[in-house]
């Protein structure tokens, strides 16, 4: 199982910026991604990027705000995040997958992100 180890989580105002990073002990066979939870909601969806290809894939929320990139050699994606909203509060999470459907199974440890308003 890959290890994963994120970072780069604080606390910011609204319309800041930060920049997420995780790294990882080996490489899934398809992509990365991250997932976010607040406080009694389920897993959400954020972004994930394709190890291979590049090919990036965004929700709804995280479109035109939030940017996905990978370090290959390094095995580390990052999560830049910018034009940040009290509703991005969550507990962020980075997670493997061998699936062209971004299935997961396991995740890292998570980094805390709080925008203040």
């Known amino acids: 199982q890959v290890q994963l180890v994120e970072s780069g989580g604080g606390l910011v105002q609204a319309g800041g910026s930060l920049r997420l990073s995780c790294a990882a002990s080996?490489?899934?066979?398809?992509?990365m991604g991250w997932f976010r939870q607040a406080p009694g909601k389920e897993h959400e969806f954020v972004a994930a990027?394709?190890?291979?290809?590049?090919?990036?894939y965004y929700s709804d929320s995280a479109k035109g705000r939030f940017t996905i990139s990978a370090d290959n050699a390094k095995n580390t994606v990052y999560l830049q995040m910018n034009g940040l909203k009290p509703e991005d509060t969550a507990v962020y999470y980075c997670?493997?997958?061998?699936?062209?459907?971004?299935?997961?199974?396991?995740w890292g440890q998570g980094t805390q992100v709080t925008v203040s308003s």
């Open positions: 080996g490489r899934s066979r398809y992509a």
């Open positions: 990027i394709s190890w291979n290809d590049g090919v990036t």
């Open positions: 997670f493997p997958t061998d699936q062209r459907d971004l299935a997961y199974d396991y």
